[in-house]
């Protein structure tokens, strides 16, 4: 194996972790009856790694600070808000964001904070929690 090889290795196992360990230790049969395990207590999962300053997770929306002026309708560049001009305030999907936070950049009255959730994975993109100001 060549020198920079074996440096990479090395390097590689001595870094911090920047991404989540799988949750369990082995993979389970069944994933439903891990997840029960896991809620009794009988299962431990690994814990998640600390998140890195500024993350971007799920969006969170101030609905009464918006004035509805639509420049983060402009910047979004996945069509994830929608304006609701009955209400001059937007709606936002979660399941088309690409967490880029350009809304959040541009917004004159800072409705829009990218927060550390993460763990939205669903069956149903249009679920209560799915959408922002339905
Ligand atoms: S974070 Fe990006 S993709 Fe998501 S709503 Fe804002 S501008 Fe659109
Ligand atoms: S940029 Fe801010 S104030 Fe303007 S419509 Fe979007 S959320 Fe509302």
């Given at each position: 194996m060549p020198t920079s090889t074996i440096y990479t290795l090395i390097k590689q196992l001595l870094t911090k972790k920047a991404t989540n360990p799988f949750p369990v230790k082995y993979t389970p049969n069944n994933m439903h009856a891990a997840a029960s395990l896991i809620e009794s207590g009988d299962l431990t999962i690994n814990p998640p790694v600390e998140l890195p300053p500024d993350f971007r997770g799920k969006l969170?929306?101030?609905v009464?600070?918006?004035?509805?002026?639509q420049l983060c309708l402009k910047v979004c560049p996945a069509e994830a808000l929608v304006f609701k001009s009955e209400e001059r305030k937007v709606k936002h999907y979660v399941s088309r964001c690409t967490f880029c936070a350009q809304c959040a950049n541009i917004c004159p009255k800072d409705c829009f904070e990218m927060t550390e959730e993460f763990l939205i994975a669903g069956l149903d993109k249009y679920s209560d929690d799915m959408i922002l100001n339905p």
């Open positions: 969170s929306y101030d009464d600070a918006c004035i509805g002026c």
